[in-house]
């Protein structure tokens, strides 16, 4: 077996933060020893990544990622620990570094390659592939001061992602230009996956980590949380992130006596992708399964606003006058929303199953399923969403 | 990073510099150091109709005025034009790159964020931009000695590539260092334009070096001779050198007395290689003060 494209051994990292930085002689004078505290932004972090494997590496904002990538790109240096990388590495910790506004698309393209590690050789001969795929063909003798921002994103990603590595680090850049452009670099990703190239992807998107990685990393305050198969993480990832706004969320809980088999999310569209459009019809079908028979069944949803945790709709079987029958097998129910009317956003899906008469929880799975929705108006408040519900036996 | 398809560990330890190794990294990326070049000047004179022209034209206008001046003011320095050109462009390429240097790494915060380089490529880039000023206006300053009749001065002239390397390894080796200090402590920049501009005055590029010479001759404080002390100012043995090989001669004919200093070429010779020497194991050591700072300048900045 080959040794792995990169080593990180217990690395920590620690950041000195001064209430006022000394960054004069006078004040590195008057105060001797400035006021200082320490803050560990990594401690202890190993893992390995084999060749030609890709990793995702996910955590909340401020739980290191972006410190390790620079650690292992080289740009930080560790307070302890080590980094061992073999073959030739190039990183993608921002779009178009060193873009200068006042130099042609061109003249940015050769800059902005130099600093990716291309030669002018290889720059020459990556240009007109970086310009289609940027679809600039057009304006690459302007200044860049000229292009919008989505014109310099695509520019940077185009230059990025031509260079030529064997290990590849992208901090938090895919989420730029519209979807198509969006799909165009997953595209590439999973080109350079072919190659066999080795891959650490640093990104708050974590459906992009369960399409694309073959493992992941979570980083919780500066530790390896989660490591190993990314759906895991993901899940893990998930639940620590809206746990920490409600401490006493628990994922999944219940008696069992009945449980939730599984819960689909479909569109008015009839799709079950896990982004739609404000005003889209939303089904959220639960199918059940008892372990023994239950005679007072309540099946009910509430879909939490991800911004802000707040429940922004939620509905359940008694309140719609439907009492379930005893019974002992499948049921399959289904909460139809005609128009999802919320604001663009991330939402969480909680689903629950529970006694009619005692309010005794049979199975219940807290913010377990989520979707986004793209392109709408904030509205703020609770409103009147219709729901119907229907039950069916399976 | 760090080219080829080697092992590269990275730990805590502030890596010793080797300067072999180090070179040919440095070399490895000069695509980055070409580039920042490249846009400096590209930067510095865009949007502007003569563009480069406008470096010749400092020189141009220099030579015009001070023409000018010597003639109206019947001065008795023998072409003064040429003496003060000589060494006033060796100066610039000194306090361009000094000023330019000690801003590099915090003009550049965004790119030492973000991108791993060696960083040394920074303070290089600005002296790049100033070495390409000064070719340009060497390149006037020669045209105008071989146009105006006053002609080249052939053995002088061998002292040239000497003073420039001296002027060279001491401009690298202070750039790295104002660099480096410059990221931690932001005086460096405002502290260097004073000494700038007092160093500029105890060197000889305005007033004629061989009045220094007769002023501190023979004179001492505490033992140590003051001619020596005014040498001792790197700058002022690498601009006698500059006119020595420019303005080549001693003794301007018709003049009552020396305006360069009264040495012969081999003296100069002798002491221009003991500044190179000495500015080469400067620049050892303020080399390696950058490399080991420079794996901090991502969270200085």
Not at chain 1, 307 to 336: E, P, Q, W, Y
Not at chain 2, 70 to 89: D, M, Q, R, W
Not at chain 2, 94 to 107: M, P
Request: net charge neutral.
């Amino acid at each position: 077996m080959n040794p792995p494209a990169l080593e990180v051994a217990d690395v920590s990292k620690k950041f000195r933060l001064y209430r006022e930085r000394p960054s004069s002689l006078k004040a590195r004078l008057i105060h001797s020893r400035m006021r200082a505290e320490d803050f560990w932004a990594l401690r202890d972090v190993s893992f390995d990544i084999p060749e030609g494997s890709s990793l995702g590496l996910i955590g909340h904002n401020g739980s290191g990622k972006t410190t390790l990538l620079k650690i292992v790109a080289g740009i930080l240096r560790p307070t302890s620990g080590m980094v061992r990388q073999r073959g030739r590495l190039a990183a993608l910790l921002e779009l178009g570094a060193g873009f200068h506004p006042e130099l042609t698309g061109r003249e940015n393209v050769y800059l902005n390659a130099s600093f990716l590690g291309l030669s002018r050789r290889e720059t020459d001969a990556a240009y007109d592939g970086i310009v289609a795929f940027a679809e600039l063909e057009d304006f690459m003798d302007n200044q860049v001061k000229f292009y919008s921002s989505g014109m310099l994103v695509r520019l940077g990603f185009a230059v990025a992602v031509h260079v030529d590595p064997e290990v590849l680090l992208i901090d938090e850049v895919l989420a730029v230009g519209d979807e198509a452009f969006q799909a165009k670099c997953l595209d590439r990703i999973r080109q350079f996956q072919r190659d066999g190239r080795t891959i650490v992807l640093v990104t708050h998107a974590l459906d992009t980590v369960t399409q694309i990685c073959d493992r992941a990393v979570m980083l919780h305050h500066g530790e390896v949380h989660a490591a190993g198969a990314p759906a895991d993480v993901v899940r893990e990832m998930r639940h620590v992130l809206l746990g920490t706004t409600d401490p006493g969320f628990v994922p999944e809980e219940g008696t069992r006596q009945a449980e939730i088999a599984s819960v689909e999310l479909i569109w008015g569209s009839g799709s079950s992708e896990t982004a739609m459009r404000r005003g889209d019809g939303l089904t959220i079908q639960v199918d059940v399964r008892t372990n023994e028979p239950v005679a007072d069944l309540d099946v009910d949803f509430q879909i939490l606003d991800g911004a802000t945790n707040h429940a922004v709709l939620d509905s359940r079987t008694s309140s719609h006058g439907i009492s379930i029958a005893r019974f002992d097998g499948k049921k399959r129910v289904r909460f139809r929303i005609g128009s999802f009317p919320y604001t663009a956003g991330k939402y969480w899906v909680t689903v629950g199953l529970s006694s009619r008469e005692t309010g005794r929880l049979y199975h219940v799975q807290t913010q377990r399923y989520g979707f986004d929705v793209v392109d709408a108006v904030r509205i703020q408040d609770r409103i009147d969403v219709p729901v119907d519900v229907e039950v069916e036996d399976l | 990073m760090r080219g080829g398809a080697g092992t590269v560990v990275r730990t805590s330890e502030p890596s010793k510099l080797r300067v072999r190794r180090r070179v040919r990294e440095v070399y490895a990326r000069r695509e980055v150091l070409l580039n920042l070049v490249r846009k400096e000047l590209k930067v510095k004179y865009t949007a502007s109709f003569l563009g480069a022209m406008w470096s010749l034209l400092n020189p141009v206008v220099f030579l015009a005025v001070f023409t000018f001046v010597v003639k109206i003011t019947n001065s008795s320095f023998a072409h003064f034009p040429i003496y003060l050109l000589s060494g006033l462009l060796a100066w610039n390429l000194f306090s361009v790159s000094l000023a330019g240097g000690a801003r590099s790494v915090i003009d550049n915060a965004n790119l030492v964020k973000k991108v791993a380089f060696p960083r040394e490529v920074l303070p290089l880039s600005a002296i790049g931009v100033a070495l390409v000023d000064f070719v340009l206006q060497t390149a006037v300053l020669l045209l105008f000695i071989l146009v105006s009749g006053y002609g080249i001065h052939l053995p002088e002239l061998a002292i040239y590539p000497l003073a420039f390397a001296t002027l060279l390894v001491f401009t690298l080796a202070l750039t790295f260092w104002v660099a480096a200090l410059n990221v931690r402590y932001r005086d460096i920049q405002h502290l260097l334009n004073i000494a700038l501009l007092v160093w500029f005055w105890m060197t000889p590029i305005v007033y004629s070096g061989f009045l220094v010479q007769d002023l501190l001759s023979g004179r001492s404080v505490l033992g140590v001779s003051l001619w020596g002390l005014y040498l001792a100012n790197p700058l002022a043995p690498v601009v006698m050198g500059f006119q020595r090989a420019l303005y080549g001669v001693v003794l301007p004919a018709g003049a009552d007395r020396p305006v360069l200093p009264d040495v012969s070429l081999a003296w100069l010779a002798v002491v221009l290689a003991i500044v190179l020497v000495a500015s080469v194991v400067f620049l050892l050591y303020t080399w390696r003060r950058f490399f080991e700072l420079s794996g901090d300048f991502a969270e200085e900045l």
